[in-house]
């Protein structure tokens, strides 16, 4: 997950999009106060559980050391809300290079002398202690950082993008398991009914956001998009379905893969998805410190966009492109609208959708039928992230802001984008909602497996189901 970036202190900043007005009876301060506070909490929860020499260890080459995300959350949050918002002078600028994103690759960061993490704590608690004062002074309005408490939900959802992070390299970490939550609710009976895949009929429809006041710059501008009809997978490809591709020798057979990917397999040795064995005829995986049988009926998860890509050509298919994905879980036909959720403008709740490491695993496939979208299709948001087709760029008239860092660096020609960042939609159960919602964007490069990735797949509609067109 592109979850690093938050500004840099040289960052330059950008002029702002329009911001929206909050909703009539929003507080938007008790709103900024509650979405920071859960970031800290569950920050401290996926740190509070590890001994100091955990912390400090780096579990993969990938993953920095828990302790450097910890500081790095307090360090964004001195730099976006005590220094630019606050006019406060700097607590601890001495910080700033060691905990900069850009400066340091995440397999450098054990080399540098990072704060161990009694000191941590401490620095982040007294950031945090002043930040409340800023919040509470702030008149949240007259700039564009102000406007609507943007920049406090900016620092919330950066801090959770960390938490989902942070819980990624729990899922890297060997040793015995340290995190525990209920399992997610079953699906109902009625979900071995659910067809194969849905109709989302064709026209234009509204992509991205021009009126969510703490959506990020590449959810910006809303703009008309046309959508040839296509059908898509009722619910995300499980793990049982993916057993089909390597039994039927998915990974052995370069007609699946591109040449890009087929190369990565045979360099990578993929065969497959990341943290799977299989033992005396039997599919196992490790799922934070424990060992488990691969569960048929659930999302797989943990397999890279090569993986995914062979899969859906094995099964004469295609990945959907991200405005396919988006049109399926917002549009309504009934209304015209795009909504905010596949099932409204509602917030999240636990019984629509598996968010905010509720749970620590996806739910069955066909789970959550009152967080269906207009077409259909299910579990469009949590669970898993799925990969679309689509390259990770600007939308027509994106304007990067607050920094360039955010998002522009990373499209195609920029400093960290020559690589191909494809797109991923929807979040997962790690995701928090505050940083999750029918617009938000993710992008990650396509060998990249240990973020909680999944996928469906599309196929198009005949030119009688799209009008002839």
């Not at 790095?72 to 001195?78: D, F, K, M």
């Amino acid at each position: 997950m592109k979850h690093d970036h938050g500004g840099p202190a040289g960052a330059t900043a950008t002029a702002a999009p329009a911001q929206a007005a909050s909703p009539p009876g929003t507080d938007v301060r008790a709103r900024a106060l509650e979405a920071l506070g859960a970031a800290r909490r569950r920050t401290l929860a996926l740190t509070d559980c590890l001994d100091d020499e955990e912390l400090m260890a780096q579990h993969s080459p990938l993953m920095s050391p828990l302790v450097w995300d910890l500081t790095h959350v307090g360090n964004q949050e001195e730099i976006w809300l005590l220094r630019a918002v606050g006019g406060r002078e700097p607590l601890r600028a001495d910080l700033d290079p060691l905990y900069d994103a850009f400066r340091n690759p995440r397999a450098d960061r054990p080399a540098l002398p990072l704060l161990r993490p009694p000191e941590a704590r401490r620095y982040i608690a007294e950031v945090r202690e002043r930040v409340l004062g800023v919040l509470a002074e702030s008149p949240l309005e007259g700039s564009p950082l102000l406007e609507n408490a943007f920049v406090f939900g900016m620092t919330a959802q950066h801090e959770q993008q960390h938490c989902e992070t942070m819980l990624a390299t729990h899922q890297l970490r060997r040793g015995p398991a340290v995190l525990d939550a209920p399992a997610p609710p079953a699906a109902p009976a009625s979900g071995a009914d659910l067809p194969r895949e849905v109709l989302v009929p064709g026209g234009t429809f509204t992509m991205g956001t021009s009126a969510d006041p703490w959506a990020l710059d590449n959810e910006r501008p809303g703009h008309t998009v046309d959508v040839p009809a296509f059908y898509l997978d009722t619910v995300p490809v499980t793990c049982g379905a993916y057993q089909e591709f390597i039994d039927d020798g998915g990974y052995d057979d370069p007609r699946w893969w591109t040449l890009e990917g087929w190369t990565y397999r045979r360099e990578a040795g993929l065969s497959a998805p990341l943290f799977w064995e299989r033992r005396d005829g039997v599919w196992l995986r490790r799922r934070f410190g424990r060992t488990e049988p691969v569960p048929p009926d659930e999302p797989v998860m943990h397999v890279c966009w090569y993986e995914a890509d062979a899969y859906a050509r094995w099964a004469g298919r295609r990945l959907p492109t991200e405005a396919e994905w988006e049109k399926a879980a917002r549009h309504d036909p009934a209304t015209g609208r795009s909504l905010r959720h596949p099932w409204g403008d509602a917030e999240p709740t636990p019984e629509l959708a598996n968010l905010g490491q509720w749970h620590l695993r996806p739910a069955p496939a066909g789970a959550y039928p009152s967080g269906a979208a207009p077409c259909g299709a299910r579990q469009l948001l949590g669970d898993v992230w799925e990969w679309t087709s689509s390259d990770f760029t600007g939308y027509p008239g994106f304007a990067a802001f607050p920094y360039r860092e955010y998002s522009a660096v990373f499209f195609p020609g920029g400093p960290g984008g020559s690589a191909g960042y494809k797109v991923l939609r929807g979040g997962s159960f790690a995701a928090h909602p505050v940083a999750c919602r029918g617009t938000f964007r993710n992008w990650d490069l396509p060998v990249r497996r240990q973020i909680f990735c999944g996928f469906r797949t599309a196929r198009d509609a005949a030119p009688a189901e799209n009008g002839g067109r």
